[in-house]
């Protein structure tokens, strides 16, 4: 059975493909083709640890789009709660469901979850991987600069979590400089080492630095907040940490004027980034989200054609 936990299961083409296939969707979308109804009738359920806006609605939407129902739970409402194991939840919810999207705090539920399950579960955030932000992020960036490839990325902030690390993954995959700029207690070379196979394909570099000025000449700035779920017994640490890493004026001006500005959202305005960048001129950030529904279609599409 084919899932989505991590990108890191799509050979480098199998990603190019979702990405033609998001295209393709929002192309037709904005020609007003709103409905393609692939899987009618179908279900996809949402099981959520997390709150979510951006992933919960997108999905919700893709589906709809698709043809498909969408049903939305959380572990207190399921037998989760009272002790049934996943392996036994996965094993009743692949009697119902075309496929499961899951929203979890430890990766290895939804590792768990896949085991378990004959439909596709698809990683919708852990603590590890947000495979599906990372495509929209790709998605955007095509569009912003008009290529898939060779594109050159600074993630800036907190370059341990889910999202810088999807974003090093499809960039190892889609041959692109990504530059993981921040302070060195949250460096992750293993990232590095398990990306070898994929940058020796592609010519991808990804590496670590903790120089503001390393983001000069890149086609995307990218923050996140500091302080994720999670984390927030550690939130005035790590905003101590991160503060020199603020994404402001100054540092789209090193950037260029080419450079577009990234943020998965929801952004602590006047933390990660000031206002007047996150509603400048050079800002992607609402692309970015809408772009999340049309990547939401091409991965239903790519898994349950594939059963």
């Given at each position: ?231 927030e017994k550690e939130a005035e640490e790590r905003r101590k940490m991160l503060r020199p890493y603020q994404v402001n004026s100054r540092v789209m001006d090193i950037a260029g004027k080419k450079a577009v500005f990234l943020h998965c959202l929801p952004a602590h305005r006047g933390e990660e980034v000031t206002d007047d960048v ?30």
């Amino acid at each position: 059975m084919r899932h989505l936990l991590t990108l890191l299961e799509f050979a480098p083409h199998e990603v190019e493909d979702l990405l033609r296939i998001s295209r393709d969707f929002k192309t037709r979308f904005l020609a007003g083709e709103v409905y393609t109804p692939l899987f009618p009738g179908r279900v996809l359920l949402l099981y959520f640890e997390k709150h979510s806006t951006r992933t919960r609605l997108s999905l919700t939407a893709a589906a709809a789009q698709l043809g498909m129902q969408t049903v939305y739970t959380t572990p207190n409402e399921l037998q989760l709660a009272r002790g049934e194991t996943v392996a036994d939840t996965m094993r009743v919810v692949s009697r119902y469901a075309a496929a499961v999207a899951a929203r979890v705090y430890k990766h290895e539920t939804l590792d768990e979850m896949a085991r378990h399950s004959s439909i596709p579960v698809i990683n919708a955030l852990s603590d590890r991987h947000h495979p599906l932000q990372a495509l929209a992020d790709a998605l955007t960036l095509w569009e912003r600069s008009g290529r898939l490839h060779n594109l050159k990325v600074a993630f800036v902030g907190d370059v341990s979590n889910n999202v810088a690390t999807s974003l090093a993954i499809i960039g190892a995959k889609l041959g692109w400089e990504v530059r993981l700029v921040g302070p060195k207690q949250l460096w992750n070379q293993k990232l590095v080492d398990e990306l070898a196979e994929d940058l020796a394909k592609t010519g991808a570099r990804i590496y670590f630095t903790d120089s503001i000025n390393d983001v000069a000449g890149v086609d995307g700035v990218y923050t996140d907040v500091w302080v994720s779920m999670g984390f927030e017994k550690e939130a005035e640490e790590r905003r101590k940490m991160l503060r020199p890493y603020q994404v402001n004026s100054r540092v789209m001006d090193i950037a260029g004027k080419k450079a577009v500005f990234l943020h998965c959202l929801p952004a602590h305005r006047g933390e990660e980034v000031t206002d007047d960048v996150i509603d400048g001129p050079q800002s992607a950030v609402w692309d970015q989200a809408e772009n999340r529904m049309h990547t939401a279609k091409a991965v239903l599409a790519y898994l349950l054609k594939m059963r």
